[in-house]
């Protein structure tokens, strides 16, 4: 009975703080800005000053509130608590794997084969709707609340059990461990210019090209390097939906464990350098994938956004800018890391420094919440349409006149962008989210600097740089959200 209160206490005061944090960021939300929709997302009509300066301040609040409360008190709010417990779980969940791998694998190849043969609509096949609004956006965003998902839809594993067994313990090649996930960053950097650049990412024949050469690629890599060592360093979407569903409360494996949102990420520490260039190569293609659109950014292309020539217009600009951004955004938040490890440093023994590497490592998951928060307000207008494409798609997907759904009525609308109340609800929800992912990343931020650096004043210190950081993505991210799109 006590450790049961014990655990309603503290799940209770997690609550009441990141209720606080969450009331401090609507109170200084004193006007509502308005909004109407656009192809890409709202043009904001009033100026963008008065829900900046608020989602700004939400953030300097919350940073100057992190910073009062010792570990000692933050701490307790990201530890987790257990329920109940499933016997036998590695067994049965092993077979239950393997199922929903196999198919996953089906469906995935159903969905390549309805690309090649099916309509050259990417609104009316089902594959570039399932592969961006399903996957990309759908399971991305589930990650981050539900857990991991992905485990049970990789459409490898199964598969490759099915066929090789247990036999990964004598792979054909051996990859070092010393190369950690630096390969995976190669091929999401890849991934990121086929994203971005590619005239026509979404024809269905094209995406069906890629996605089924990344499979067999994948699979290929999974026989000669072995499962475990593939999934662990090489394949980029399992390790990188991996570390995003560590945001999630909700933790499964032999127990249920619900937490505060990224405690996964405090209670399983173990990260690599490469793993941290991997959330930082994330943040940077979600804010390049939002500034590329931008009317500013058109004007440095010197594009009149009003008669934009296409993305093959555009594509060696749209490489070396999202190289550049990329650059930029790594360089700047190790500079961050860099000054607070070295204001921090002065008077500490040299056998107590904290090395640049290590602050790195233990500070780059704060970089998730960030990512996370401007995926979802990035992409929510793009759901409430893409979504009504993909059940008609999926009502007819060879495009025959067939209506497996029932959907023979239905009719694709955008009438809910003319609605003030409507669009001003979605806006706010978008803002609202890249404010509280930052709070949230300010949270992970002072518990980093809490481990790494002794005392008060030193963790204060060693962690301002990076929350100045903080305060300028979140002023960065409004800005795109409001910022006017012509591409």
């Not at 939300?29 to 829900?51: R, S």
């Not at 300097?60 to 016997?87: D, N, Q």
């Not at 990343?441 to 600097?449: D, E, G, P, Q, S």
């Not at 005392?455 to 305060?471: A, D, R």
Request: net charge neutral.
């Amino acid at each position: 009975m006590f450790e049961m209160k014990h655990y309603v206490n503290r799940f209770g005061f997690s609550i009441a703080v990141f209720a606080l944090l969450v009331v401090l960021c609507v109170l200084n939300a004193t006007e509502l800005a308005f909004a109407h929709a656009a192809d890409q997302g709202f043009v904001l009509l009033l100026p963008t000053d008065v829900y900046i300066s608020s989602g700004v301040i939400s953030v300097v609040i919350s940073i100057i509130f992190v910073s009062v409360v010792s570990k000692k008190h933050l701490s307790p709010i990201f530890r987790p608590i257990s329920f109940f417990k499933i016997p036998k779980f590695k067994s049965v969940s092993r077979t239950a794997l393997t199922v929903s791998s196999l198919v996953s694998s089906m469906v995935l190849l159903t969905v390549i084969a309805v690309g090649m043969f099916g309509s050259r609509d990417p609104l009316s096949n089902p594959l570039p709707l399932m592969i961006w609004t399903v996957w990309w956006i759908g399971i991305f965003l589930l990650q981050g609340l539900f857990g991991d998902i992905w485990r049970w839809l990789n459409p490898w594993s199964g598969l490759y059990s099915l066929v090789f067994g247990r036999n990964d313990e004598k792979p054909i090649l051996t990859l070092p461990a010393s190369f950690e996930q630096w390969p995976a960053l190669g091929i999401f950097l890849l991934f990121s210019v086929f994203y971005l650049a590619d005239p026509a990412p979404s024809d269905p024949h094209h995406l069906a090209e890629i996605v089924l050469g990344y499979w067999v690629f994948t699979f290929v890599a999974l026989i000669i390097f072995g499962a475990k060592t593939w999934f662990l360093q090489g394949e980029i979407f399992t390790i990188l939906f991996g570390l995003i569903s560590r945001l999630s409360p909700v933790q499964f494996s032999d127990k249920l464990r619900i937490g505060f949102p990224g405690w996964a990420l405090i209670s399983k520490p173990e990260f690599t350098l490469s793993a941290s260039f991997i959330c930082m190569a994330l943040l940077g293609l979600g804010s390049f994938d939002g500034l590329n659109e931008t009317f500013w950014w058109l004007g440095v292309l010197g594009v009149n956004p009003l008669e934009f020539p296409g993305k093959s217009a555009i594509i060696n600009e749209t490489i070396v800018g999202l190289i550049a951004a990329n650059i930029a955004l790594m360089g700047l938040f190790c500079l961050c890391v860099w000054l607070g490890v070295l204001f921090a440093n002065r008077g500490v023994a040299l056998e107590d420094k904290v090395g640049l590497k290590s602050a790195v490592i233990c500070f780059a998951p704060a970089l998730l919440p960030i990512a996370f928060g401007y995926h979802f307000a990035h992409f929510l207008t793009s759901i409430l349409v893409s979504g009504q494409y993909l059940l008609i798609a999926l009502a007819d997907p060879f495009s025959t006149g067939a209506n497996y759904l029932g959907l023979s009525n239905f009719q694709v609308t955008t009438g809910f962008f003319t609605d003030q109340d409507i669009v001003r609800q979605i806006w706010l929800t978008q803002a609202g989210a890249v404010v509280v992912s930052h709070i949230l990343a300010v949270m992970l931020t002072h518990i980093a600097a809490a481990k790494l650096f002794t005392g008060k004043l030193k963790t204060i210190i060693g962690e301002t740089p990076l929350s100045l950081f903080m305060i300028f993505y979140t002023l960065f991210g409004l800005w795109l959200l409001a910022a006017p799109k012509g591409a």
